[in-house]
T-cell receptor, first 107, second 113 residues
Framework: GQQVMQIPQYQHVQEGEDFTTYCNSSTTLSNIQWYKQRPGGHPVFLIQLVKSGEVKKQKRLTFQFGEAKKNSSLHITATQTTDVGTYFCANFNKFYFGSGTKLNVKP | DAGITQSPRHKVTETGTPVTLRCHQTENHRYMYWYRQDPGHGLRLIHYSYGVKDTDKGEVSDGYSVSRSKTEDFLLTLESATSSQTSVYFC????????????FGQGTRLTVV
């Protein structure tokens, strides 16, 4: 189907370490979105990738869309405690969200 | 937060009772969605609406109905609540349809006992 699989499920890092979450689909995606949800909060849109091989940066966050448009990644450089939360990828035009990667950052 | 308000924010109800959750938006956006969030499952679509009186089912629509009689309000009804419907419910809107970013409400935590 149009579901997206996301790994890892959990990631615990020391503050200052890097973090990456991966999103994979068995079918070609027209676009992919990323959201962040803080503990107890609601999902907040981060970015949308549309083009094959696209790379976008937001400060310490780097988002990539695979050449085949079947996978995507979110990389955070030098994590901070403010990065704590769950990161979701979404094939929103098919209404599917990945199961999320929960990031915990130890100060 | 795109002017989205969910009510109530918390509710405890008994098995077998009907429950209605409300999503209200102030921006007159056409597309509105109801998702539920459960541990290990991420967000799963229950129903969505693409205009007044225009709704469609999502992945987990069994046991739920929706209504949209006004642009600003999207109601989710659990006809007869069951314990499996204990969840956090999020309403979302998107400005130009599902190919654009979604804005989520604060969520409603529903417990069915």
């Amino acid at each position: 189907g149009q579901q997206v699989m996301q790994i890892p499920q959990y990631q615990h890092v020391q503050e200052g370490e890097d973090f990456t979450t991966y999103c994979n689909s068995s079918t070609t995606l027209s676009n992919i979105q990323w959201y962040k949800q803080r503990p107890g909060g609601h999902p907040v849109f981060l970015i949308q990738l549309v083009k094959s091989g696209e790379v976008k940066k937001q400060k310490r966050l780097t988002f990539q869309f695979g050449e085949a448009k079947k996978n995507s990644s979110l990389h955070i450089t030098a994590t901070q405690t403010t990065d704590v939360g769950t990161y979701f990828c979404a094939n929103f035009n098919k209404f599917y969200f990945g199961s999320g990667t929960k990031l915990n950052v130890k100060p | 937060d795109a002017g989205i308000t969910q009510s109530p924010r918390h509710k405890v109800t008994e098995t077998g009772t009907p429950v209605t959750l409300r999503c209200h938006q102030t921006e007159n956006h056409r597309y509105m969605y109801w998702y539920r969030q459960d541990p290990g499952h991420g967000l799963r679509l229950i129903h969505y609406s693409y205009g007044v009186k225009d709704t469609d089912k999502g992945e987990v629509s069994d046991g739920y109905s929706v209504s949209r009689s006004k642009t600003e309000d999207f109601l989710l009804t659990l006809e007869s609540a069951t314990s499996s419907q204990t969840s956090v419910y999020f309403c979302a809107i998107s400005v130009e349809g599902p190919n654009t970013e979604a804005f989520f409400g604060q969520g409603t935590r529903l417990t069915v006992v």
